[in-house]
């Protein structure tokens, strides 16, 4: 095995390899010289077909079981040549001291049953090279291993065989034990095509070599199988060269065995010219085959494969075929947006990239909904998506045929408008605003959102597709700061961070909510943001971030009760998030615990894939974090065990039947169970005293929420007391 030292026994003939392969290959010169001394003396015999003939294969036996004790996973390829190459060493003395003996060498004789067992663990060899290349094996992979085994099957079975299937030069037995050996050969070399096809031509030194040898085998099998029925056969001739190089080939590769190439194991298009040339070369030769075999009046079994090779190709062809359909239908999907059928922000990146890559001129427009949170949160989830279908409809409608309609996520839309003037593409962003801004009927309510659109251009403003989103990101800021509607990027915008400073400080539009433990002592302070007209609710969480900071330091000294600020799936397109969160709490010379950071629930929908990265950014910067789990069940316990938060907060609606449902008391404890044991605090909000207890029995804390207060209210309650307040929780 790898890493295990071979005992000093072994070490003495195993020190200089590379002097192995250099003896083996000078018995090629030697065995030379000794045939135009045919036949041989009994002497002769001896030191060329005992001594010299014998010498290479041995040494590749010593050295294959090397090979074999330095790799574990290409141990049965080595021991397997190894075992063969003994099998035809015996062979080889037995039939040797034949030869020496007096009268003629009989055929066949008691080698023959050596050398035809040596196929037996040969056989082994390009199995397990194709297990050491292909983990696992897709259907259309295993079509290519049979397309290739039978057409090589085909090919040698007509022009290898077939010819020597009627020679009489034979009898019976001898005939059978001489077709013995091209049979076998044509066996193992149907297995290495099948191999090469499978692996799709990554040919290494290894599979080269075995390719090459199996086929000096065949070969040497053909012209002995034709020397024979000719009564030319004379021992220690030059066929026998064949051999050692074989032997000579198999110590060189087995003194320096190279690197596997391995293809992925999900690598099955099954379409690029690698896969599709083995297969295609074997149809073809099966077509030639049966082209020039076809009308003799019966089928050999040479044709009967090259039709079985032609099946399993159509057969292929049909799979290739869907293969490329479900290709071309993920390669959608994974461009779309599910819930809107709008292109999503991989697919606009393509696009965009494609129209910058050919120096076309370039808007885009990026949307952002003013009030759907407002909706979303009061109407329900389902609501909501009604409202960003109903607009996805309106803004596909608005736009030019060669325009792209994007959903980067959550309540965020981009138009991207190729060729248009600048006033062209303001003229389509005012469109885009006024039909957010009109009534949208969800049946039994009309609501209204509104919106906000940041516009920017290339290569004029923006030369990558992710400047263009940010410049276009600023201007929506500006916006959406400015009540504007619509706004194109200029350089002396401000930063979206001062945009939302500027529209949601000093006015009182920032609340902090208390959330209480059953003993009624605080446990978090959840940051909330009233926008004019609207109820509180937990949006804007990277816009109050220094508003935020300020208010915990208030009270931090004598009460350690943290702020929790809840970031939307809007506040991961802000640029280094948690850097700026730890400079907010550095310059109030607070310690990372003064905030707790929650993961919104339309962020963890949306952009599953950025959560746990923000999570362990925070983490390194010893900032806690707290998420919602979406629901119960399977996704719950997917979101508990793919997002290490700090804490786990249990959705108000998920845990409302624990009392009366006994499935959902089960889901729920389970959920849980799962958290606890992987080291995360579970709270919920208060249900009702019933509920209530029945979580606290399950282990998970319930804090009831308080009426909102500016920052100064709170502080003045918290401040004139001395409670004794526990480590942060999570609202």
Request: proline share 7%.
């Given at each position: 095995m790898?890493?295990?030292s071979e005992?000093t026994s072994?070490r003495s003939?195993?020190?200089?390899?590379g002097?192995?392969?250099?003896?083996a290959?000078l018995?090629?010169?030697?065995?030379?010289?000794g045939?135009?001394?045919r036949p041989?003396?009994?002497?002769?015999i001896v030191v060329?077909?005992i001594?010299?003939?014998?010498?290479?294969?041995?040494l590749?036996?010593?050295?294959?079981a090397r090979?074999?004790r330095r790799?574990?996973?290409e141990r049965p390829?080595?021991w397997?040549?190894?075992?063969?190459m003994a099998?035809?060493?015996?062979?080889?003395?037995?039939?040797?001291l034949?030869?020496?003996?007096?009268?003629?060498?009989?055929h066949?004789s008691?080698a023959?049953?050596?050398?035809?067992?040596?196929?037996l663990?040969?056989?082994?060899?390009?199995?397990s090279?194709?297990?050491?290349?292909?983990?696992?094996v897709?259907?259309?992979t295993?079509?290519?291993?049979?397309?290739a085994?039978l057409?090589v099957?085909a090919?040698a079975?007509?022009?290898?065989?077939?010819p020597?299937?009627?020679?009489d030069?034979l009898?019976g037995?001898a005939?059978?034990?001489?077709?013995a050996y091209?049979?076998?050969d044509v066996l193992?070399l149907?297995?290495v095509g099948?191999?090469?096809?499978?692996v799709?031509?990554?040919?290494?030194?290894?599979?080269?070599?075995?390719?090459v040898?199996l086929?000096?085998k065949?070969v040497?099998?053909?012209l002995?199988?034709a020397?024979?029925a000719?009564g030319?056969?004379?021992?220690?001739?030059?066929?026998e060269?064949l051999?050692?190089?074989n032997?000579?080939?198999i110590c060189?590769?087995?003194?320096?065995?190279p690197?596997p190439?391995?293809?992925?194991a999900?690598d099955?298009?099954?379409t690029?010219?690698?896969?599709?040339?083995?297969?295609l070369a074997c149809t073809a030769a099966?077509?030639?085959?049966l082209?020039?075999?076809?009308?003799?009046?019966?089928l050999g079994?040479?044709e009967l494969c090259?039709?079985?090779c032609l099946?399993?190709?159509?057969?292929?062809?049909?799979?290739t075929v869907?293969?490329?359909r479900?290709?071309?239908e993920?390669?959608r999907?994974?461009?779309?947006d599910?819930?809107?059928?709008?292109?999503?922000?991989?697919?606009?990146?393509?696009?965009?990239?494609?129209?910058?890559a050919?120096g076309?001129?370039?808007?885009?427009?990026?949307?952002d909904l003013?009030a759907f949170?407002?909706?979303?949160?009061g109407?329900?989830?389902?609501?909501?998506?009604d409202?960003?279908?109903?607009?996805a409809?309106?803004?596909?409608?608005?736009?030019?045929?060669e325009?792209?309609?994007?959903r980067?996520?959550?309540?965020?839309?981009?138009?991207?408008l190729p060729?248009a003037?600048?006033?062209d593409?303001?003229?389509c962003?005012r469109?885009?605003h006024e039909?957010?801004?009109?009534?949208v009927d969800l049946?039994?309510v009309t609501?209204?959102v509104?919106?906000s659109?940041g516009?920017a251009?290339?290569?004029d403003?923006?030369v990558?597709?992710a400047?263009l989103?940010?410049?276009?990101?600023l201007?929506?800021y500006a916006?959406?700061s400015t009540?504007?509607?619509?706004?194109?990027?200029?350089?002396e915008?401000?930063?979206?961070d001062?945009?939302?400073?500027?529209?949601l400080?000093?006015?009182?539009?920032?609340?902090l909510q208390p959330w209480?433990?059953?003993e009624?002592?605080l446990?978090?302070?959840?940051?909330l943001v009233?926008s004019?007209?609207?109820?509180?609710?937990a949006?804007g969480?990277v816009?109050?971030?220094?508003?935020?900071?300020?208010?915990?330091?208030q009270?931090?000294?004598?009460v350690?009760?943290?702020?929790?600020?809840t970031?939307?799936?809007s506040?991961?397109?802000t640029?280094r998030?948690p850097d700026?969160?730890?400079a907010?709490?550095l310059r109030?010379?607070?310690?990372?615990?003064?905030?707790?950071i929650r993961i919104?629930?339309d962020?963890v929908a949306t952009?599953?894939?950025d959560?746990?990265?923000?999570?362990?950014?925070?983490?390194?910067?010893?900032?806690p974090?707290?998420?919602?789990?979406p629901?119960?069940?399977?996704l719950a316990?997917?979101?508990?065990?793919?997002l290490?938060?700090?804490r786990i907060?249990l959705d108000?609606?998920?845990?409302?039947?624990?009392?009366r449902d006994r499935?959902?008391?089960?889901?729920v404890?389970?959920?849980?169970?799962?958290a606890?044991?992987l080291g995360?605090?579970?709270?919920?909000?208060?249900v009702d005293p019933?509920t209530d207890?029945?979580?606290g029995?399950?282990?998970?804390?319930v804090?009831?929420?308080?009426a909102?207060?500016p920052p100064?209210?709170?502080a003045?309650?918290l401040l004139p007391?001395?409670?004794v307040a526990?480590?942060?929780?999570a609202?």
């Open positions: 790898v890493g295990v005992p072994s003939w195993t020190r200089h390899p002097a192995l392969v250099a003896v290959a018995t090629l010169p030697l065995f030379l010289t045939i135009p001394l041989h003396t009994g002497a002769e060329y077909d001594v010299l003939f014998n010498a290479a294969p041995l590749a036996i010593a050295l294959c090979a074999g790799s574990a996973e390829v080595w397997g040549t190894a075992l063969a099998f035809t060493l015996v062979g080889n003395v037995v039939f040797g034949v030869a020496a003996g007096p009268g003629a060498v009989p066949p008691a023959d049953v050596w050398w035809l067992a040596s196929y663990p040969l056989f082994v060899v390009p199995v090279l194709l297990r050491l290349r292909l983990r696992r897709q259907p259309i295993w079509l290519d291993g049979i397309i085994a057409g099957t090919v079975v007509v022009y290898g065989i077939g020597w299937l009627a020679t030069g009898d037995l005939t059978a034990v001489t077709l091209p049979i076998a193992v149907a297995l099948a191999v090469i096809a499978m799709g031509l990554r040919i290494d030194r290894l599979l080269a070599v075995a390719c040898v086929a000096n065949a040497g099998d053909l002995l199988m020397m024979l000719d030319e056969y004379v021992p220690g001739g030059p066929l060269l051999w050692i190089l032997a000579v080939l060189a590769v087995a003194v320096f065995p690197r190439v391995r293809p992925p999900t099955t298009s099954g690029s010219w690698r896969a599709v040339t083995v297969p099966s077509l030639v085959v082209g020039l075999q076809w009308g003799d009046g019966w079994i040479g090259a039709v079985g099946g399993a190709f159509m057969a292929r062809s049909v799979l869907h293969q490329l479900t290709l071309h993920a390669r999907l994974a461009a779309t599910e819930l809107t059928g709008l292109a999503n922000r991989r697919g606009l990146v393509q696009e965009a990239e494609k129209h910058l050919a076309r001129q370039l808007a885009l427009a990026l949307v003013d949170k407002v909706v979303n949160d109407l329900g989830h389902a609501a909501g998506d409202v960003l279908r109903q607009l409809e309106r803004f596909r409608g608005a736009v030019r045929p325009d792209l309609v994007a980067l996520g959550g309540d965020e839309f981009a138009v991207l060729e003037a600048p006033a593409a303001h003229r962003a469109r885009l039909l957010a801004c009109q009534p049946g039994h609501t209204r509104g919106a659109i516009i251009g290339a290569p403003q923006a990558t597709v400047e989103l940010h410049l276009a990101d201007a929506m916006a959406k009540r504007g509607g619509v706004r194109w990027y200029d350089a915008l401000p930063g979206p001062a945009a939302a400073h500027a529209e400080s000093g006015d009182g539009r920032l609340l209480h433990d059953a009624g002592r446990q978090v302070a959840v940051a009233r004019p007209g609207h109820l509180p609710d949006a969480g816009a109050v971030l220094d508003e935020a900071v300020r208010a915990v330091a009270w931090w000294d004598a350690p009760v943290p702020v929790a600020l970031v939307s799936s506040d991961l397109n640029s998030l700026r969160i730890a907010a709490l109030a010379t607070l310690p990372p615990e003064a905030l707790l919104g629930r962020a952009r599953p894939d959560i746990p990265t923000l999570i362990e950014a925070l983490k390194v910067r010893g900032i974090t707290a998420v919602t789990a629901g119960t069940g399977a316990l997917l979101a508990v065990r793919d290490a938060a700090d907060v108000r609606a998920a845990v409302g039947d624990i009392v499935r959902a008391h089960l889901v404890g389970h959920t849980i169970a799962l606890t044991s995360n605090a579970v709270t919920a909000e208060s019933d207890a029945a979580l029995r399950l282990g998970c804390a804090l009831h929420p308080a909102p207060l100064e209210q709170l003045q309650r007391v001395d409670p526990p480590g942060p929780g609202g």
